[in-house]
């Protein structure tokens, strides 16, 4: 349980050159996507606040991804500092080598995936839904990886499932449980004549199989609909304005 005066959980913390966490809900909403902004729900003064608690100039060292469920990666540097990216058909995820720019990404149920390679020294982080697990986000990323910065090795390439819906509270009808079923069959369950499906089983399973090894695959295993106090989510609150927290990522300066 996160104490009540608590903004952030930290994660990697064993991990050198890195910084990684979410916000929680305290900190107030983070929304940054047009999207949300066209429903009157900006987040930028709670995120400038946010930021600067940690000591960083979102002007200055924050850029954050669009949220349009596709499996388009950007590279970014400081001059994307202060900026949501949505590129030219969309952007769900963000890479960089440059430290002390920090990458991130709104969340009210969709997964943050993280990815830190300590010896390329690159940092990234990704937004899945449903539509971004099904379509292979992970694949597209690890590819970006490696297409973009050449001394990216599997080997090495750390990755990190944050808080999101899980098989006990992602439900779907039949229409979406007919597009997992081709390929993530194993991945649903039917409780009380519903169905469920389990999106970081499939998001490790994908990590897997593009060739991350076990023990750099890892899992906070939070649901955020479960944790009431700490995160917000649209599908337990249904709040008539989104309400999302903030994932973020950064190489730390040494
Ligand atoms: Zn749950």
New binding site residues.
């Given amino acids: 349980m996160a104490e009540k005066d608590e903004q952030v959980t930290w994660y990697w913390k064993d991990l050198p050159g890195v910084m990684a966490g979410i916000s929680h809900k305290n900190a107030g909403w983070m929304n940054a996507d047009e999207v949300d902004l066209a429903r009157g729900a900006t987040g930028k003064a709670n995120r400038d606040k946010f930021f600067a608690r940690l000591g960083f100039d979102p002007e200055k060292t924050v850029a954050i991804t669009g949220l349009r469920h596709t499996t388009n990666v950007a590279a970014v540097d400081f001059t994307n500092a202060g900026q949501v990216i949505y590129g030219a058909d969309g952007v769900d995820g963000l890479s960089t080598d440059q430290p002390g720019l920090i990458l991130a990404s709104t969340m009210a149920d969709c997964l943050p995936i993280y990815f830190y390679d300590p010896v390329a020294k690159v940092v990234a982080i990704a937004h899945a839904g449903w539509r971004g697990v099904l379509s292979n986000m992970i694949e597209a990323m690890v590819k970006h990886l490696q297409n973009n910065y050449p001394k990216t090795q599997l080997n090495n390439l750390q990755a990190l499932v944050g808080p999101g ?2 098989p ?2 992602f439900e779907v009808l039949s229409d979406v449980e007919e597009l997992f079923k081709k390929r993530y069959s194993n991945y649903t369950d039917y409780r009380e004549g519903k169905i469920y499906i389990d999106l970081p089983a499939i998001v490790k399973q994908q990590l897997s199989q593009v060739g991350l090894v076990g023990d750099n695959i890892q899992d906070t295993g939070e ?1 955020n ?2 944790l009431t106090d700490k995160y917000f989510s649209f599908r337990r609150d249904h709040p008539p304005k989104p309400q999302s927290m903030i994932a973020f990522v950064a190489l730390r300066n040494e």
């Fill in positions: 819906l899980r006990c509270h649901c609909y479960d």
